[in-house]
């Protein structure tokens, strides 16, 4: 019988020095996560541009439209210059109605030559002094008055507007009581109040 071979355990020295050395460099994978902060690291500074340039044109647009918004605020805003004229216009109306009007006087001459006509050939004094000097002096303060009334309710518009200079309200309500003792002495004398007619001694 053959003898069974024994196995011999090789030497750990011997073995080392048997087995070729076989370096395995293993390759490191990229640090994707470095370079893509790498990269947005770049890639900020030039979006922080675009923002500020951004931030830049949004501003101006906002102070354009700031601008345009100011400048139509300013046209559609009322100018005071029609309150101004009318409060003056008021005062004018009330010193006329006071002091007479060449209307009046007009319209007085008319009644007059419609009296001279009316009362015929020979008028008695009663007649002459009702048709050709009342009804004459009564139609001049009809007019007065109604000059009176408007530089009144002139004046009172003015005073109720929203719109105005701090000068109109003074001369608008001076035109509202020139307008109100106009009407006053025109209404006392279309009445005969302050002086009345001239009668004839029986």
């Known amino acids: 019988m053959n003898p069974t071979p024994k196995t011999q355990t090789p030497d750990p020295d011997t073995a080392e020095a048997l087995t070729p050395e076989v370096t395995l460099t ?94 015929g050939q020979s008028p008695t004094p009663a007649q002459q002094i009702s048709e050709m000097y009342g009804d004459a002096w009564h139609a001049t303060a009809a007019v007065n008055g109604v000059v009176a009334l408007l530089a009144l309710l002139i004046g009172a518009i003015v005073l109720a507007l929203p719109q105005r200079a701090s000068w109109v309200r003074p001369v608008a309500v001076a035109g509202a009581v020139l307008g109100f003792l106009g009407l006053l002495v025109s209404i006392g004398m279309y009445f005969d109040l302050f002086v009345a007619l001239p009668s004839v001694a029986a």
């Open 26 to 119: 293993k390759a490191e994978p990229k640090d994707e996560s470095r370079a893509g902060s790498a990269e947005e690291r770049d890639a900020v500074p030039a979006a922080g541009e675009d923002t500020a340039a951004a931030d830049d044109l949004d501003g101006q647009d906002d102070d354009l439209d700031d601008d345009d918004l100011d400048d139509d605020l300013l046209a559609r805003r009322p100018s005071g210059l029609g309150a101004a004229a009318t409060a003056i216009v008021s005062v004018c109306l009330g010193i006329v109605a006071l002091t007479g009007t060449w209307t009046g006087r007009v319209v007085a001459e008319r009644e007059t030559l419609v009296g001279q006509i009316t009362s």
